[in-house]
């Protein structure tokens, strides 16, 4: 086999990789500002239900901190439509992209978060039950899994130092991308 048919990675400049993983970013960001918002939105509305306040004070602070928390993540996560609006044509958008990125991670921790507190006040309410504490904390076990446990596992089993230009291999330098994909 030649050379070329066995040679991993991609030839690439740093302009044409921020161009690439900026693309793939924004399509992850799209999945999880529609799930944020649609959320987001539906939090919104509880207030102004009769129940809430009948409601005891403690799930009515679960639900301030879960729409506070809905907020935060929604911002983190249209953060980065924002980034690439005022920095568009500066010539920046390898650092963009790193902190879009970031931005982006913060948002998804925020929106574990949103979805823990909205399920544990969702089921306090529904079940009145002392198992909810124990179910609230197996599914955020299932998302840990989903969202970090398994891509970790990935990226630590698939990827090497050898499959990252020099560049990426300095702990400064920060992979935008969380680590190589298969294909990417």
């Not at 030649?2 to 991993?8: A, D, F, K, V, W």
């Not at 076990?141 to 596992?153: I, K, S």
């Amino acid at each position: 086999m030649r050379e070329e048919g066995r040679r991993r990675g991609r030839n690439e400049t740093e302009e044409e990789r921020a161009d690439r993983m900026w693309v793939e970013l924004i399509q992850e960001v799209r999945v999880a500002q529609t799930g944020v918002q649609i959320l987001f939105g539906f939090l919104l509305t509880v207030v102004f239900q009769q129940k809430y306040a009948t409601l005891p004070d403690s799930d009515q602070v679960i639900y301030i901190v879960t729409v506070i928390l809905g907020a935060c993540a929604t911002g983190a996560l249209i953060g980065p439509v924002s980034l690439h609006r005022l920095v568009a044509g500066r010539r920046v958008k390898p650092q963009a992209v790193r902190l879009a990125s970031g931005m982006t991670f913060v948002g998804l921790a925020l929106l574990l978060a949103t979805m823990t507190c909205s399920l544990l006040l969702i089921l306090r309410v529904a079940t009145h039950d002392p198992y909810v504490p124990w179910v609230v904390t197996a599914v955020v076990a299932w998302y840990l899994v989903c969202w970090y446990g398994l891509p970790l596992w990935a990226r630590r089993r698939h990827t090497s130092w050898s499959d990252h230009p020099p560049a990426a291999r300095r702990p400064d330098a920060g992979d935008t991308g969380g680590g190589r994909e298969a294909g990417s």
